[in-house]
């Protein structure tokens, strides 16, 4: 498969892009009320050392992907279940997250619509983008990122002059104790959204200049985490704990309450507007992660021909994980966690920097066959 390149801006645009698209809408930390934002730092830090793992992986193998540096690692057989797995996980979290966008662009803005109409408008835009190569996705990320920032920040303005703004919400800190923090913290802070960067691995051989990608990727963990504290701390101050608890959407309910001279109302459209920017990320980088893991297996030429069957897959099975948003959420708590996240995202990463380590320093000639 030919491999084209960008650059570190470009790769930190897409992956920032990815990691925080749908986490402002969703925010984060809810069981720990007040406490929210302290989590979301906590699982940052353990976000920094989960990319240190990512970042040596592909210092070991350069020039691979995460499913090339497999089968070099643990043997081709044993690989061949461990990639599958990763593929699986790509497609489904890419039906998830193009299932959370069908889901909130039908009960806000076009509730008339058949909400497969929205996920298969979505999809083709998606095709036709990812078709152009990463090149294409970089310089769409390019073009896509500058709004989705300045939708958020234009957000917290307005937000600043809601009546009920107070940031006394935030306190007392810890008053409910440290156990509601941690149990948030592990493993649902850590896997979602910084455990999900798992997917860099994907882009690092695409980087121009490979050198930088250590600098990629704790700035994108490190303004990724710090965007969302931020964003955090204003949806408690206007909603309270209590609330913010409470709510799905919290930035949505948050916005709702904005009102400008009894005159300038319903700025949640902005809000929608970002959801678009995010899901373009999120889906975007796990189909392209995806398409080009079938493409190494089998040995393909390009990517191109795996896009329309991996939108094929995903628009029915966004559709078939669940039958509502409650379910999703019991889906996500009961399955994704133990059996999606912390394997692909903590564990088997971490066995293979282990493996890939005692091979470079007992049988340095052979480390990377």
């Not at 923090?181 to 051989?205: D, H, N, Q, R």
């Not at 080009?292 to 795996?306: A, H, P, W, Y």
């Not at 019991?330 to 692909?344: A, K, M």
Request: charged share 10%; hydrophobic share 50%; glycine share 8%.
């Amino acid at each position: 498969m030919s491999q084209q390149k960008i650059s570190a801006l470009q790769l930190f645009y897409i992956i920032i892009g990815f990691e925080v698209g749908n986490k402002f809408i969703f925010g984060g930390g809810a069981p720990a009320k007040q406490d929210a934002w302290i989590t979301i730092l906590l699982g940052m830090l353990f976000g920094l050392i989960l990319m240190l793992i990512y970042v040596k992986l592909s210092d070991y193998y350069p020039g691979d992907t995460l499913i090339q540096m497999i089968p070099k690692i643990i043997g081709k057989y044993l690989a061949y279940p461990i990639i599958l797995y990763y593929l699986c996980y790509f497609t489904f979290l890419a039906a998830t997250a193009c299932r959370d966008f069908s889901d909130l662009i039908y009960t806000t803005i076009l509730t008339e619509t058949p909400m497969p109409i929205i996920s298969v408008s979505f999809m083709v835009l998606m095709i036709y983008c990812l078709r152009g190569g990463v090149e294409t996705f970089a310089r769409m990320g390019e073009a896509v990122f500058p709004i989705y920032i300045f939708s958020l920040i234009v957000i917290w303005i307005l937000l600043l002059t809601v009546e009920d703004f107070n940031m006394t919400n935030l306190a007392p800190i810890l008053g409910n104790g440290v156990e509601p923090v941690l149990k948030e913290v592990f493993p649902y802070a850590i896997t979602f959204p910084f455990g999900e960067t798992v997917l860099i691995t994907m882009f690092f051989p695409m980087l121009n200049k490979k050198q930088h990608a250590k600098k990629v990727g704790m700035a994108v963990i490190l303004i990724g985490g710090i965007l969302l504290i931020i964003n955090s701390m204003i949806n408690i101050a206007v909603l309270g704990p209590e609330i913010y608890s409470k709510q799905s959407y919290p930035l949505m309910s948050s916005t709702r309450m904005v009102s400008i001279a009894d005159f300038l109302e319903r700025f949640d459209v902005l809000v929608i507007l970002m959801m678009v920017a995010g899901v373009f990320f999120k889906v975007g980088g796990w189909m392209y992660g995806v398409s080009v893991g079938i493409t190494q297996l089998f040995n393909l030429k390009d990517n191109r021909s795996t896009l329309l069957a991996i939108g094929t897959i995903i628009i029915p099975l966004s559709f078939l994980y669940s039958a509502n948003y409650v379910e999703a959420r019991e889906l996500g708590t009961n399955i994704i966690q133990p059996y999606l996240h912390i394997p692909l995202q903590i564990i088997i990463p971490i066995l293979l920097l282990c493996i890939a380590y005692i091979r470079r320093k007992f049988n340095p000639e052979n480390s990377s066959v």
